[in-house]
T-cell receptor, first 113, second 113 residues
């Protein structure tokens, strides 16, 4: 299994509070991704990174920001959480970009009350 | 972003039956990927296809990259209970050279013993 760890695995928070999810990898892969998974929507890309300090938006980036200050860590921040951001968040890593062979973490379940 | 249309949305089959699912896009893809997600886990890559017309097998799984490059098919032969899960197709955003990868909404497979 790829060395990828997400934290926290579960979090309950209140509307309006900031939340940060962390993705840590030990594989030295260049690419890192954040997806959210919701029933009926599959996996939707939030943000991704193609190198340290290099990030780009995905299809559902509103309300989210990311940072990657070192190769192994990719942080996803919800500045002011809303109930619509209740979801399961998956981090993924890869070393081939568009060739698309990604390894996923186990997910972080976020509930915003 | 790219839209990947997966069908069927769900399947309920008897153990031992064969399964077919497909993924279509209005855009041409250079790569098609098939992932499986077990309950409570992150998705795992099953098969990667890189060439139009390519037919690739992985045990009881067979996937094909459509000649038009706008579709792909996944077949599972002689299904078993552990085939239960969500199957996703995925492909890269051709408008991005930076590794953006999109997923279909998934096919939920249930196998009855």
């Amino acid at each position: 299994d790829a060395g990828i760890t997400q934290s926290p695995r579960h979090k309950v928070t209140e509307t309006g509070t900031p939340v940060t999810l962390r993705c840590h990898q030990t594989e030295n892969h260049r690419y890192m991704y954040w997806y959210r998974q919701d029933p009926g929507h599959g996996l939707r890309l939030i943000h991704y990174s193609y190198g340290v300090k290099d990030t780009d938006k995905g299809e559902v980036s509103d309300g989210y920001s990311v940072s990657r200050s070192k190769t192994e860590d990719f942080l996803l921040t919800l500045e002011s959480a809303t109930s619509s951001q209740t979801s399961v968040y998956f981090c993924a890593i890869g070393d081939r970009g568009q060739a698309g062979e990604l390894f996923f973490g186990e997910g972080s379940r976020l509930t915003v009350l | 972003g790219q839209q990947l249309n997966q069908s069927p949305q769900s399947m309920f089959i008897q153990e031992g039956e064969d399964v077919s699912m497909n993924c279509t896009s209005s855009s041409i893809f250079n790569t098609w990927l098939w992932y499986k997600q077990d309950p409570g886990e992150g998705p795992v890559l099953l098969i990667a296809l890189y060439k139009a017309g390519e037919l690739t097998s992985n045990g009881r799984l067979t996937a094909q990259f459509g000649i038009t490059r706008k579709d792909s098919f996944l077949n599972i032969s002689a299904s078993i209970p552990s085939d239960v899960g969500i199957y996703f197709c995925a492909g890269p955003d051709r408008g991005s050279t930076l590794g953006r990868l999109y997923f279909g909404r998934g096919t939920q497979l249930t196998v009855w013993p």
